[in-house]
């Protein structure tokens, strides 16, 4: 006798999302809301992984169900399609500015639990740029990304009349 496939269903605000097993010999479940193919594409093309492991599925669908609350937002652009990160960008204006890279300086506070990261960076007129984040990188790169909006960092160009 076949087995038949295995669905799960999380309700939230009146939305379904169904998690499915396209074959029953798949070790991890795809998943669709239920009667909308519209959203389903849309909430597809919002995610990095079209098909999680069973175990995974209680990680998984407060995120899902976020996405959906949201209107399913553009998520940020990939650095490595977009050719650079704003942390790669940072440290080649500083380069350009100040004639060398720049020495971030790693800080952590907190419990294990709930740790929080800082980074600075102290430029050679004194200035101190600071970023935090749950992990070192995220520190760098909230770090880079407003510094980065400061007028020390922005492009000019000169235009001769």
């Known amino acids: 006798?076949?087995?038949?496939?295995?669905i799960i269903f999380y309700t939230r605000n009146g939305v379904t999302i169904e998690f499915f097993r396209k074959d029953?010999?798949?070790?991890?479940?795809?998943?669709?809301?239920?009667?909308?193919?519209e959203a389903t594409k849309k909430l597809l093309n919002n995610c990095k992984r079209k098909m999680v492991p069973e175990r995974s599925i209680k990680h998984v669908i407060s995120s899902l169900f976020k996405k959906i609350a949201n209107g399913f937002p553009d998520s940020s652009p990939d650095p490595v399609q977009t050719g650079i990160?704003?942390?790669?960008?940072?440290?080649?204006?500083?380069q350009k500015k100040f004639g060398r890279s720049p020495k971030?300086?790693?800080?952590?506070?907190?419990?294990?639990?709930?740790?929080?990261?800082?980074?600075?960076?102290?430029t050679?007129?004194?200035?101190?740029?600071?970023?935090?984040?749950?992990?070192k990188k995220l520190a760098r790169l909230n770090?880079?990304?407003?510094?980065?909006?400061?007028?020390?960092?922005?492009?000019?160009?000169?235009v001769s009349t």
Request: neutral net charge; without cysteine.
């Open 85 to 94: 990160d704003d942390t790669s960008r940072f440290v080649q204006m500083y």
């Open 143 to 158: 770090l880079a990304s407003e510094s980065l909006k400061l007028p020390i960092f922005q492009i000019v160009t000169s």
């Open 24 to 37: 029953p010999v798949d070790k991890k479940l795809s998943f669709r809301i239920k009667g909308d193919e």
């Open 1 to 6: 006798m076949p087995e038949t496939p295995k």
């Open 104 to 122: 971030f300086l790693d800080t952590r506070d907190g419990v294990h639990s709930a740790e929080l990261f800082g980074v600075k960076v102290i």
């Open 124 to 135: 050679p007129n004194y200035i101190t740029l600071f970023g935090l984040g749950k992990s």
